[in-house]
């Protein structure tokens, strides 16, 4: 395989995963073509009888990133904190997702103080080691897994 294709073309891959993973639970899934304003894919669903939008930002890990990162996302940049928008993070290796709401996200992850990612976030879900394997941070474990935010999302 061509590394350069590879690379590029990663997280894309990762994103049709995820956004597969919503299709194959019954959402109605659309796609953006730009990703300019952290959305990924808007799911669009009935809330008493008027259509309600959620967007979504997709960050995900594959088994071929390196061990230490697998449950980690070291700078995330939320700009907007919003009732209707969530992150869902997928980490392939774990087969497990975390769906996210932004405002949550912004309360939980710890913000970087200094350095080239300054303001963003750290997004730690899971450690890994080869001893004892996956260890989920509790203070998500509310997330994880957890598709019926979106099912039951009120608007």
Same mark, same amino acid.
Not at 7 to 32: C, H, M, N, P, W
Not at 78 to 106: K, M, Q, T, V
């Given at each position: 395989?061509?590394?350069?294709?590879?690379?590029?073309?990663?997280?894309?891959?990762? @994103?049709?995963?995820?956004?597969?993973?919503?299709?194959?639970?019954?959402?109605?899934?659309?796609?953006?073509?730009? !990703? $300019?304003?952290?959305? $990924?894919?808007?799911?669009?669903? @009935?809330?008493?009888?008027?259509?309600?939008?959620? $967007?979504?930002?997709?960050?995900?890990?594959?088994?071929?990133?390196?061990?230490?990162?697998?449950?980690?996302?070291?700078?995330?940049?939320?700009?907007?904190?919003?009732?209707?928008?969530?992150? &869902?993070?997928?980490?392939?290796?774990? !087969?497990?997702?975390? &769906? &996210?709401?932004?405002?949550?996200?912004?309360?939980?992850?710890?913000?970087?103080?200094?350095?080239?990612?300054?303001?963003?976030?750290?997004?730690?879900?899971?450690?890994?080691?080869?001893?004892?394997?996956?260890?989920?941070?509790? @203070?998500? @474990?509310?997330?994880?897994?957890?598709?019926?935010?979106?099912?039951?999302?009120?608007?």
């Amino acid at each position: 395989m061509v590394r350069y294709r590879h690379t590029a073309s990663f997280g894309k891959r990762q @994103e049709f995963i995820a956004i597969a993973e919503l299709l194959r639970r019954g959402f109605d899934v659309y796609q953006t073509l730009v !990703d $300019d304003q952290q959305i $990924d894919c808007v799911i669009r669903k @009935e809330v008493s009888g008027n259509p309600t939008y959620l $967007d979504i930002q997709i960050k995900a890990r594959s088994k071929d990133a390196n061990q230490r990162s697998w449950g980690e996302w070291p700078s995330v940049n939320l700009r907007s904190p919003r009732r209707n928008f969530f992150f &869902i993070f997928y980490s392939e290796p774990a !087969d497990c997702y975390w &769906i &996210i709401p932004s405002s949550a996200l912004s309360a939980l992850a710890r913000r970087t103080k200094s350095g080239k990612h300054i303001g963003e976030l750290k997004v730690t879900l899971a450690t890994y080691s080869n001893e004892t394997g996956f260890r989920f941070r509790t @203070e998500f @474990e509310e997330y994880r897994n957890n598709f019926n935010a979106l099912e039951n999302f009120d608007g």
